[in-house]
């Protein structure tokens, strides 16, 4: 038996181990023990670096693509229409991203610290961003829906907080730090939700074009990719004579164009964001709920459980593709709804699994003990419990953000997904119509396939990483 | 054992209702309008009165002006064999018919015997609603088309004050029996008769007298056709997806899993591990897109047809394949495998994964179980160790799984129809959701909830009878 | 009362190796030069700790031992030890079919899983009948209900439609053995049978098992870590450790008086009773492999003439008949004690045993 390592991944990790260690020192190990057999598997490696790339992408998706040039001169003066044309999430997650890198690389400070420190800046940063976008919103004035929206994005953010941050997090975080976290979080949520809010979109990307062609642009730098996702390209028919719309791949367009004639690896970049936040997302509801529902029943068991296990069971028969075909047909089409309902119907695995755990640990000793300690209930079912029974559910939240993401790009193929945002599933569903395309059949259906995969792999890895088999045989 | 088969099944109703409930109220407390698309005969969107009657007729046809929970009682009611009978159930015999047909013979729609139907089924209805009996329905009836006013007459004739659109609706109805005597028609008018029927029978559509046997009932479409119909028309192409599918993946994945067990850490294991992980990422709809771009379609391989369950020359083949005239004929049998081959591939194919880990796993807890160490020490061939003891424990798992199976298969043939275009019931879902098709939709969830359960009382059974240890009482 | 059965042992364990894959690449001994020599209707106690080799050595018996990983490296296992017998380890599968169940049957510690959950008592008895004998189905259930006699169990026509999991530990491993018995093997193995069960019920399966082996004159080889099974039971003990035997005497001589020091240890780790003591004596702290035991020699106060011998390990030690019929594993080093490294072997048995035999 080696000695366990503590865990370095995660901010928080480090910070807090002492005192953890002290109270529950199976976990903290357990996790850290993990986190580094993980990292000797190729297969885990593999699925991990490819969703590292898709944040990347997710992250810089208007850096690579983007019709906009950077900077140009144009009748003597010099200006960006990019950064005028950045969005307000484009603006949040790029902040947001190169100040995590500072935090990451500046490593005199404690784990903790620098995750608040994030936390408090990207609040920052998003509030800076969504004034912006509250004048439109006031403009628009389409109050009837603000409760419902404000939360379900509350809900959002505050399960991927709960599953990024406080199930690794939770022995070792103080109650102060994590009330700190959920109030950064929940302004996190109002202002996500308001910046989110744009002004309608009548860019003229032809504008550039043209210019470029009438010469009176002195000089310019465009990005890599000089085709937003949409940027349907309506001048070049007049202007060079050629119809624009599903043209295979070219050097210009190395993934080609899909129907409208958008750049169809464009889209595909900037939906690597839409794909990485259902999965995401998606998955932390449904973690979140199947936790609580699962916690009590399996805390409680008695009618508590009698009751939970019919929700279960009726949650469990409808089959679910079935129940969001038919929510997002009643209802509309909503990332937001979309990701919420994914996960409102996919909870039910990880709440039976949470019960089966939970049942067999208030039989157990150490349980019986804090009782009789006279611990109070909720420290008893969150300190005591939850981080014994809680790290395989990382297993099915792996499977669970591959699953999600294929029932998104599914939804989308099928035409209830998002008409305007870019989507994978939804470029998939363009090649059904567009044969000679072999760009739009190829690609769209491969990125899915790869995250799946990736995802999947880093699931296996966890299992095998958890299996007690498999550890044992590799640590004696 | 049998107590408890039927206590398993008494325990189904209330997790059915739920799921019903769930559904049904999904779609009631909705933003979207019911029925949100109305459609006519024609396919064609509605305007004006005529979509204003329709609206009105949809309301009444699915008691939509009712209270949500009236509303799901309702459709409960109308689904279940022991209900109270609705008004509309109230039918005429034969016997009676005819003479209601004598009585309306000399009027001016008799020319044709399908019209004079339906002006019996219009007594019939009247009758169900006011409590007039038959012939004296009949006899003002007749009377009154005799006078000059449409209105009038039908006013004299159920004595019941209507709305002033029913009044509309039975005028233009009986204008249409008189003016427009096509065959295509004939539907439209049925679809009148209920609207009046509702009209007429106001808001007591339930007759809470004696709850009784009946035929259960699954409504009508928003296009008017019946939804047991429409079932019965779709659902043998999903159960043969599935029949199909169900045994492929079975065979396949417990092979593959005892291989790969037998052989732990052998190339066998982890290529099988890898390749099935990797087929259970691959989206079934690129899957169905790739198969039908590059194995169906003209510009590639012409191999497998691109949609459809039959050729359209199918009714005209020979059961067999066989040699004809012009050579060989595949025949119906050959020509509809050919159509299921992608469709099925699609669906077992990332079903392996799962299942042959399943099987791999508990092959390999079997193989190292202390019994199957005392079956060595009897002295038994390693054949027999394998197949009785250690394959005999490793289908316990196997037999776990199948409530999860069914249900994931369900939601593979809705992609897999969709994509394929077969007509099957997971299809038939996903247009009754795009046309909010409320009756529609809550068959479908009735079949889906119901093969969800039924699916873990098998399981339950299966196991009951493999694994002698758990008793049921 | 010390007296040679029978001239001709029935099973030879010479030089026996077996090794499994280690952590770091290295193989590691779970058996590393056994010798053990069975004689008909003798107990042959092996005792040691968890990890010791006891049951590695017995299953290599059978051939039970999963190759790959593990792996004979050395030694034979003579069957019916004279010239005509024929190496176990040599055997191809097929011919150790033959002989598992049917010449040499094994009982295991865990009654609760070594029997199949799936399968009737009856059914899994029967296997093993219909596998060996020329019976037919009507004659093996006869069989079986006999067996089920013969261990005590009441009513064993009903018991043989019965599951396992309707038994009780003690009834489940009774089942073992009458499915180890039914076909009348010439040896038994019982790899620690009572070591799952309650004390009261372990009393009555050794007790059993005393019964049934004077009744069908039958070789036991016991494994356990029980050394009151021990004293009771066998004829003659090996002491083993580390995958080697460290002493290998009649049981007398053993507990009156063991030479070697784990095995000193080893007695004196047992608690007596009415005896107070504050900490249990462990055996040798620390010792892991037998390179670990002290230099010493061998000086038994009571021996009167005391062998010269060197460590009571490293690689160089063998078995050295350091007293008459006492073999201890230890390094010679004078010429006079390396004649006494001998193979072990000893036909006593126990005068009650014969008492009843005869």
Not at chain 3, 100 to 114: C, D, H, K, L, Y
Request: aromatic content about 8%; glycine content about 8%; hydrophobic content about 50%.
């Amino acid at each position: 038996m080696t000695e366990p390592r503590p865990a370095e991944s995660r901010g928080g990790v480090s910070a807090g181990a002492t005192p953890a260690a002290a109270s529950t020192p199976l976990r903290s190990s357990a996790l850290g023990r993990v986190g580094l057999w993980m990292l000797g598997q190729w297969g885990a490696r593999i699925g991990m670096g490819w969703v590292l790339a898709l944040l990347l992408m997710a992250v810089f998706a208007p850096v690579v693509a983007s019709s906009h040039p950077y900077v140009w001169k144009v009748d003597g003066r010099v200006g960006s229409p990019w950064v005028e044309h950045l969005t307000a999430a484009d603006v949040v997650l790029l902040g947001s991203f190169l100040v995590a890198v500072v935090l990451v690389l500046w490593r005199r400070a404690s784990g903790a610290w620098r995750l608040q420190a994030w936390l408090w800046i990207t609040a920052a940063i998003t509030a800076t961003a969504a004034a912006r976008a509250l004048p439109v919103l006031w403009a628009q004035r389409e109050l009837g829906q603000l409760p419902l929206v404000f939360l379900m994005t509350a809900a959002m953010l505050l399960s991927l907080l709960f599953v990024l941050v406080v199930v690794p997090w939770w022995s070792s975080a103080s109650v102060r730090a994590w009330s700190g976290t959920a109030a950064v979080g929940l302004v996190l949520c109002g202002a996500f939700w308001a910046a989110d809010v744009r002004p309608p979109a009548n860019i003229v990307y032809s504008a550039y074009r043209e210019a470029t062609a009438a010469e009176k642009v002195e000089w310019q730098l465009l990005p890599p990719l000089a085709y937003s996702p949409s940027d349907y390209q309506r001048d070049r028919m007049s202007a060079e004579g050629v119809d624009p719309r599903v043209l295979p791949p070219s050097l210009r367009h190395p993934f080609g164009t899909d129907e409208s004639g958008a750049d169809v690896l464009s889209r595909m970049i900037h939906a690597s964001r839409i794909a990485l936040a259902i999965g995401l997302i998606a998955t932390g509801i449904a973690v979140l709920i199947g936790i609580v529902v699962g916690g009590l029943m399996g805390y409680f068991a008695g009618w508590v459980d009698l009751l939970g296990m019919r929700i279960v069971e009726v949650f469990s028969a409808i089959p679910v593709i079935f129940l969001l075909i038919m929510i997002v047909a009643f209802y509309g089409r909503n990332l937001y709804l979309m990701m919420v309902i994914i996960g409102i119907t996919g909870w039910v695995g990880y709440a039976t699994f949470i019960r089966a755990e939970f049942l067999k640990l208030r039989k157990m000793d150490f349980v019986q003990a804090a009782h009789a300690c006279g611990t109070p209930l909720r420290s008893v079912l969150f300190r005591h419990m939850l981080p014994n029974g809680v790290t395989p559910v990382l297993v099915l939240a792996s499977f669970g953000i591959a699953q999600a993401i294929l029932i998104e790009s599914t939804l989308s193929f099928l035409g209830l997904g998002l008409v305007e945002e870019p989507s994978w599933g939804q470029l998939l569903n363009q090649s059904r119509s567009a044969a000679g395309q072999w760009g739009l059949t190829i690609f769209p259906g491969l990125a899915i396939f790869l995250t799946v995969f990736a995802y999947n792999l880093v699931g296996e890895a966890l299992r095998d990483a958890l299996d007690p088999r498999v550890a044992s045989s590799d640590d004696s | 054992m049998l107590t408890y088969i039927v206590r398993r099944v008494l325990l189904l109703f209330p997790t059915l209702l739920g799921v019903l409930a769930v559904v049904f109220f999904v779609m009631a407390y909705s933003p979207g309008e019911f029925g949100g698309t109305v459609l006519t005969e024609d396919g064609a969107q509605t305007e004006g009165e005529d979509a204003k009657r329709a609206r009105k007729a949809l309301e009444r046809r699915y008691g939509l002006d009712l209270p949500k929970a009236a509303q799901f009682g309702r459709w409960l009611n109308q689904v279940s064999p022991v209900g109270f009978r609705m008004s509309g159930d109230l039918k005429l015999d034969d016997a009676m018919r005819a003479e209601v047909g004598a009585v309306l013979a000399d009027q001016p729609f008799n020319t044709r015997p399908i019209q004079l139907e339906r002006a019996v089924d219009l007594v019939e209805t009247v009758s169900a609603y006011v409590g007039l009996s038959a012939l004296d329905a009949a006899q003002r009836l007749d009377a009154a088309l005799d006078q000059p006013s449409a209105s009038q007459a039908l006013f004299d004739a159920t004595d019941v004050s209507l709305e002033p659109e029913a009044w509309e609706a039975l005028r233009l109805y009986l204008i249409e029996l008189e003016n427009k005597p096509e065959r295509g028609l004939q539907r439209a008018q049925s679809e009148y008769i209920k609207v009046l029927a509702f009209e007429v029978s106001g808001r007591s559509r339930i007759r809470f007298d004696r709850p009784a046997l009946k035929v259960p009932d699954l409504g009508q479409s928003l296009r008017g056709r019946s939804v047991s119909e429409l079932l019965a028309e779709r659902l043998p192409i999903t159960i043969l997806l599935n029949v199909l599918s169900i045994p492929i993946i079975y065979v396949v994945s417990i092979a593959m899993g005892i291989y790969a067990a037998r052989r732990r850490g052998g190339a066998f294991d982890v290529g099988s591990g890898v390749m099935t992980l990797g087929l259970w990422s691959v989206p079934t709809i690129w899957a169905g897109v790739l198969m039908i771009t590059y194995l169906a379609n003209e510009q590639y391989l012409r191999w497998f047809p691109t949609s459809g369950l039959h050729d359209p020359q199918a009714a005209g083949m020979a059961f067999l394949p066989g040699w004809g005239p012009a050579g060989f004929e595949r025949g119906w049998l050959l020509d509809t495998a050919w159509h299921l081959v992608l469709p099925v591939v699609c669906m077992t194919y990332g079903g392996f994964a799962v299942m042959s880990k399943v099987m791999r796993g508990a092959m390999l807890e079997s193989l190292s179980a202390d019994y199957v160490r005392t079956a060595r020490a009897k002295g038994l061939a390693e054949r027999l160790v394998l197949w009785r003891h250690a394959f005999r424990n490793s289908l316990l798992p196997m037999i776990t799984i199948i409530s999860g199976v069914l249900p994931a298969l369900f939601a593979g043939t809705v992609i897999v129809e969709t994509i394929f275009s077969l007509n099957g019931m997971g299809k038939l879902g996903i247009e009754a959701a795009f046309q909010k098709d409320r009756e529609v939709i809550m068959a479908v969830t009735l079949m889906g909830g119901l093969l969800g359960l039924t699916s873990e009382l098998i399981r339950d059974l299966c196991y009951a009878i493999a694994d002698p240890r758990v008793a049921y009482d | 009362m010390n007296q040679h059965a029978d001239p001709k042992p029935l099973l030879q364990i010479k030089d026996l190796s077996v090794s499994f894959p280690g952590a770091s690449g290295r193989r590691t001994q779970a058996a590393d030069g056994v010798h053990l020599t069975l004689y008909p209707r003798q107990t042959l106690a092996v005792v040691g700790e968890s990890g010791s080799g006891k049951s590695v050595s017995a299953m290599s018996i059978l051939q039970l031992i999963p190759t790959p990983p593990g792996r004979y490296d050395k030694g034979e296992i003579l069957w019916h030890a004279d010239e005509s017998s024929v190496d176990l380890l040599r055997r191809s599968e097929k011919q150790m079919q033959a002989i598992r169940g049917n010449q040499i049957a094994m009982i295991f510690q865990e009654p609760m899983t070594s029997l199949n959950p799936v399968y009737t008592i009856g059914q899994q008895i029967m296997e093993a009948v219909l596998l060996h004998q020329q019976v037919n189905q009507q004659q093996a259930v006869e069989i079986a209900t006999s067996a089920l006699r013969d261990v005590g169990i009441a009513d064993p026509s009903s018991r043989l439609k019965e599951y396992p999991h309707q038994l009780s530990g003690g009834m489940r491993q009774r089942v073992m053995i009458a499915m180890a018995l039914a076909c009348q093997p010439e040896l038994l193995l019982a790899d620690e049978p009572t070591t799952a069960l309650d004390v009261t019920i372990q009393a009555q399966i050794l007790e059993l098992l005393r019964k049934l082996q004077r009744e069908k004159n039958m070789s036991i080889l016991l494994i356990t870590h029980d050394l009151g099974v021990v004293a009771e039971n066998a004829d003659v003990v090996a002491v083993m450790f580390a995958g080697r035997i460290v002493e290998y005497a009649s049981v007398q001589d053993v507990f009156q008086r063991p030479m070697h020091p784990y095995t000193r240890g080893l007695l004196r780790s047992m608690p007596v009773l009415g005896r107070h003591v504050d900490r249990l004596d462990t055996v040798m702290d620390g010792a892991t492999v037998p390179e670990d035991f002290p230099a010493g020699y061998s000086v038994a106060p009571h021996d009167p003439d005391p062998l010269r011998v060197g460590r009571y390990g490293g690689p160089n030690a063998k078995l050295h008949e350091v007293a008459p019929r006492h073999w201890v594993l230890c390094t010679a080093e004078t010429d006079d004690a390396k004649k006494t490294a001998t193979v072990p072997e000893l036909a006593y048995r126990r005068a009650s045993a014969i008492a009843v035999t005869s």
